[in-house]
């Protein structure tokens, strides 16, 4: 990966000097300056008749002079070459999460739009502004989803609404890494037994429990809060914390 990186970055500096000499090189050679001199050289030496005067170089102005918007255009063709390359959304989750490989990601307040175990004897509704973002980090990491239950009813609707979401079509993100649990501590077990380099939850008491065995962790939650570690970022969702939205 540092390989390619570092190619293309010398592949566009290659490009970018050469668009760079070309456009010096056609200025130098349509500036007045240049148009003037290869007309002196055309006209030869002036009278050496120290009473004769010629305003030939006077009245004369070149044909090819360059004129302020052919300086213009050219500025243009610079300014476009060099205009910074906004990042892909790939990029920007590899970047933010710090080239982390394996994530584990509470479901409710996060990726649901329900928010308590509760709601989830009822319905289970994916949040449509998080689905770019889960399959980019599908797509660089080893994502587990995980949630606290009330009963095996609620487990199929979590599933169903996952696949209907198409959540499961990359095939990067399997059945078999959502989990469920009855107890909230459960959930905070499931973390630590997988030992993630990112951790995202909505729930403040499991984020500060396992602040000192995760080695980065997102606080999901829509009031804004005091960060309560160093390794601990939080963020109104995680669509946001990425800049999807």
């Not at 002036?46 to 009473?51: I, R, V």
């Not at 487990?155 to 095939?171: I, P």
Request: aromatic share 6%.
């Amino acid at each position: 990966m540092v390989v390619i990186r570092d190619c293309d970055i010398r592949s566009i500096g290659a490009v970018a000097g050469l668009a760079v000499a070309i456009v010096f090189t056609w200025r130098l050679l349509r500036s007045p300056s240049g148009s003037q001199r290869r007309q002196q050289k055309r006209q030869g030496p002036s009278s050496s008749n120290p009473g004769v005067t010629t305003h030939s170089n006077v009245s004369d102005v070149p044909s090819d002079a360059c004129s302020p918007s052919d300086d213009s255009r050219a500025q243009n063709v610079v300014d476009e070459f060099f205009q910074p390359v906004k990042p892909t959304l790939g990029q920007i989750v590899r970047q933010k999460l710090s080239e982390g490989r394996k994530v584990t990601c509470r479901l409710l307040g996060v990726i649901l739009e329900e928010s308590s175990p509760e709601e989830l004897q009822k319905q289970a509704t994916v949040r449509s502004s998080v689905l770019e973002v889960l399959l980019e980090v599908t797509k660089f990491c080893d994502l587990y989803l995980m949630e606290r239950v009330l009963d095996d009813e609620s487990e199929k609707r979590v599933l169903v609404a996952l696949e209907e979401a198409g959540v499961f079509t990359s095939g990067r993100l399997v059945k078999d890494k959502v989990l469920f649990c009855s107890t909230e501590n459960g959930r905070s077990s499931f973390v630590r037994q997988l030992e993630p380099d990112w951790h995202i939850d909505s729930n403040p008491e499991i984020v500060t429990q396992l602040a000192r065995f995760i080695k980065y962790q997102l606080h999901v939650s829509p009031y804004k809060t005091e960060r309560t570690a160093a390794n601990v970022f939080s963020a109104p969702s995680l669509e946001q914390f990425f800049g999807s939205i």
